[in-house]
């Protein structure tokens, strides 16, 4: 059973820091491309931030410059700096990552539970 877990949410202030982590764990054979995504109240869940095992990193345009994702793959993790947060950063973040199983061949999405992000004004 493969599963993703996540750290790091909070209640922050305008200006302020956080760091989210995501570590996956389980029948996992490889992981390939891990990334966060954001859902704010009355809005369509959107992508921040998206990292391949190897390849180039894409971030959406409203945190470029402010968020930083990262991963460490012998730690099969992936984490969210994110600095000089705004009211309109709050949501619920999800850490996703394609998995390669050790039970099944095909590569298959997972997510995280979702951690909440609040900033104060």
């Known amino acids: 059973q493969v599963q993703l877990v996540e750290s790091g949410g909070g209640l922050v202030q305008a200006g302020g820091s956080l760091r989210l982590s995501c570590a996956a764990s389980?029948?996992?054979?490889?992981?390939?491309?891990m990334g966060w995504y954001r859902q704010a109240p009355g809005k369509q869940r959107e992508l921040v931030a998206i990292?391949?095992?190897?390849?180039?990193?894409n971030y959406a345009d409203s945190v470029k410059g402010r968020f930083t994702i990262s991963r460490d793959n012998a730690k099969k993790s992936v984490y969210l700096q994110m600095n000089s947060l705004k009211p309109e950063d709050t949501a619920v973040y999800y850490c996703?990552?394609?998995?390669?199983?050790?039970?099944?061949?095909?590569?298959?999405?997972?997510w995280g539970q979702g951690t909440q992000v609040t900033v104060s004004s």
């Open positions: 996703n990552a394609g998995i390669k199983s050790r039970s099944y061949s095909p590569e298959s999405d997972y």
């Open positions: 389980g029948s996992i054979f490889r992981v390939n491309g």
């Open positions: 990292m391949p095992r190897d390849g180039i990193t």
